[in-house]
């Protein structure tokens, strides 16, 4: 089983930071990277950033310039810091695992968090 433990939701007003956290246990062979997706209300889950095991990162557009992915290895835990938050910014913001199973090619999978909510007041 794995286990993807998610922190850091909440409500903050516009123009405020939050820092998300999502640390990663349980039967890992090795992971291949790691993310954050987010869904707003009537809208499809969409990507906020991603960041491999060698660090390369990947950022939705929307929010380039103002979030910033990171990432403690010897944790298993992705960091995401989100400054100068807009109202439009609120969703459920969810934790992605891609990780091998085991040492083989087709082991690779992915896990979804049970996400964590940020709301942003106007």
């Known amino acids: 089983q794995v286990q993807l433990v998610e922190s850091g939701g909440g409500l903050v007003q516009a123009g405020g930071s939050l820092r998300l956290s999502c640390a990663a246990s349980g039967n890992i062979f090795s992971i291949n990277a790691m993310g954050w997706y987010r869904q707003a209300p009537g809208k499809q889950r969409e990507l906020v950033a991603t960041?491999?095991?060698?660090?390369?990162?990947n950022y939705g557009d929307s929010v380039k310039g103002r979030f910033t992915i990171a990432r403690d290895n010897a944790k298993n835990t992705v960091y995401l810091q989100m400054n100068a938050l807009r109202p439009e910014d609120t969703a459920v913001y969810y934790c992605k695992l891609t990780y091998y199973r085991g040492s083989y090619p087709s082991a690779l999978a992915d896990y979804w968090g049970q996400g964590t909510q940020v709301t942003v007041s106007s």
């Open positions: 960041i491999t095991s060698g660090g390369s990162t």
